[in-house]
């Protein structure tokens, strides 16, 4: 079945670690995302990418980084530089090119919680 | 940049009635499509109904219609014969262009359906 999938489903970070969430799809999509989401509120974007090695900053970057090697993955990274990681992460892919009937998919998010 | 805002934070209705949820956006694109997304209590996001700018006719998908006023920038969402199972929180959501553009969403409305 085609989909996009999310793991882990949660994950523990220490202070002062890097660590990273992993968002993979087999809908053929150019277009991935990664957003974030904090209790109680929306969605807040982080970076997407519509092309293979090409990204762009949402309105959230600093203390993320991601890449776009192949169609299929965008790692996101938390850095130790992003201070308050602890929320609910999602990422979505989507169609790209002009398309009428364009929706995004979403996964079923990561938990990442700062010990 | 665009803004999307949901003013109500908290809705109830009771089963069976009709609610009416409401977005505004701003923008001075032309060309644009907005959506509105359903996350329940598993956090999976699901598509409700989309709208494309140059549409005047207003989407409807079974108990789910839109109020798309261009001109007002206003993208309102209307659940007819509402069910227990529509509780939830609704995300209005904008993006511009074509297919794979950054996607905005608004802060959200949590929906409490009644019995």
């Known amino acids: 079945d085609g989909g996009i999938t999310q793991s882990p489903k949660y994950l523990f970070r220490k202070e002062g670690q890097n660590v990273t969430l992993s968002c993979e799809q087999n809908?053929?999509?150019?277009?991935m995302y990664w957003y974030r989401q904090d209790p109680g509120q929306g969605l807040r974007l982080i970076y997407y990418?519509?092309?293979?090695?090409?990204?762009q900053k949402g309105d959230i970057a600093e203390g993320y980084s991601v890449s776009r090697e192949k169609k299929e993955s965008f790692p996101l990274t938390v850095t130790s530089a992003q201070k308050n990681p602890t929320a609910f992460y999602l990422c979505?892919?989507?169609?790209?090119?002009?398309?009428?009937?364009?929706?995004?998919?979403f996964g079923q998010g990561t938990r990442l919680t700062v010990v | 940049a665009q803004t999307v805002t949901q003013s109500q934070p908290e809705m109830s209705v009771q089963e069976a009635e009709t609610v009416t949820l409401s977005c505004t956006y701003d923008t001075s694109e032309s060309n644009y499509y907005l959506f509105w997304y359903k996350q329940p209590p598993s956090r999976q996001m699901i598509l409700v109904i989309r709208q494309e700018a140059y549409k005047q006719q207003n989407a409807t998908e079974n108990r789910f219609s839109v109020n798309f006023q261009k001109a007002a920038k206003s993208f309102s969402l209307k659940i007819s014969d509402s069910q227990l199972g529509d509780t939830a929180m609704y995300f209005c959501?904008?993006?511009?262009?074509?297919?794979?553009?950054?996607?905005?969403f608004g802060g959200g409305t949590r929906l409490m359906v009644k019995p």
């Open positions: 979505a892919c989507q169609t790209g090119g002009i398309f009428r009937n364009t929706e995004a998919f």
């Open positions: 990418s519509q092309i293979v090695n090409d990204f």
């Open positions: 959501a904008f993006m511009k262009g074509r297919a794979g553009n950054m996607l905005t």
């Open positions: 809908l053929n999509h150019d277009a």
